[in-house]
Antibody, heavy 117, light 107 residues
Framework: QVQLQQSGAELVKPGSSVKISCKAS????????MHWIKQQPGNGLEWIGW????????KYNQKFNGKATLTADKSSSTAYMQLSSLTSEDSAVYFC??????????WGQGVMVTVSS | DIQMTQSPASLSASLGETVTIQCQAS??????LAWYQQKPGKSPQLLIY???SLQDGVPSRFSGSGSGTQYSLKISSMQTEDEGVYFC?????????FGGGTKLELK
């Protein structure tokens, strides 16, 4: 069965960077776009971008250009998102999600990132 | 960007009651719409895609309809397990955008 297993919660200092992971199993990792989505406490969902693990192509929400960097490792079926120059506005839960048609059919469990000194 | 506006922001329903949630897009999205359910501490689950197609494994009491800029999600008979937050999402253009969510509680 399809599973997306994300890394654990992160507590990081302002100005630093963090890299979170999303390990895929149960399907051909290189055949589906992987998306990343942000959810701040009490807020809705915000799309960050996608990566196609088959060739590394990416597309970002303009709002996250320079903030998020998406990569993928085909050998381990793992997608990564690095967030840089962190501020309190980056404190949120971050989900990876597999694209199916134009939607998201499988989601990771989410990673809570807390930015605090 | 396409703006997605959901209404109401919250509602409560009794067991067996019919519930309807609305989603309006800022431009025609040609039925490129999905609905998700999110329970506390969990990730969203896809319920409806293409505005009206039921995702595998989703109970048939859920249905979606609409076209152009106006869409709705209906739960025909509210159950305890239907409590949660519901989001719509447009799949027509990038950036993908979501509605603000509707919190559904059992009365």
């Amino acid at each position: 069965q399809v599973q997306l297993q994300q890394s654990g919660a992160e507590l990081v200092k302002p100005g630093s960077s963090v890299k979170i992971s999303c390990k895929a199993s149960g399907y051909t990792f290189t055949s589906y776009d992987m998306h990343w989505i942000k959810q701040q406490p009490g807020n809705g969902l915000e799309w960050i971008g996608w990566i196609y693990p088959g060739n590394g192509n990416t597309k970002y929400n303009q709002k996250f250009n320079g903030k998020a960097t998406l990569t993928a490792d085909k050998s381990s079926s793992t997608a990564y998102m690095q967030l840089s120059s962190l501020t309190s506005e980056d404190s949120a839960v971050y989900f990876c999600a597999r694209q199916w048609r134009y939607y998201f059919d499988y989601w990771g469990q989410g990673v809570m990132v807390t930015v605090s000194s | 960007d396409i703006q997605m506006t959901q209404s109401p922001a919250s509602l409560s329903a009794s067991l067996g009651e019919t519930v309807t949630i609305q989603c309006q897009a800022s431009e025609d999205i040609y039925s490129g719409l999905a609905w998700y359910q999110q329970k506390p501490g969990k990730s969203p689950q896809l319920l409806i895609y293409g505005a009206s197609s039921l995702q595998d494994g989703v109970p048939s009491r859920f249905s979606g309809s609409g076209s152009g800029t106006q869409y709705s999600l209906k739960i025909s008979s509210m159950q305890t397990e239907d409590e949660g937050v519901y989001f719509c999402q447009q799949g027509l253009k990038y950036p993908r955008t979501f509605g603000g969510g509707t919190k559904l509680e059992l009365k």
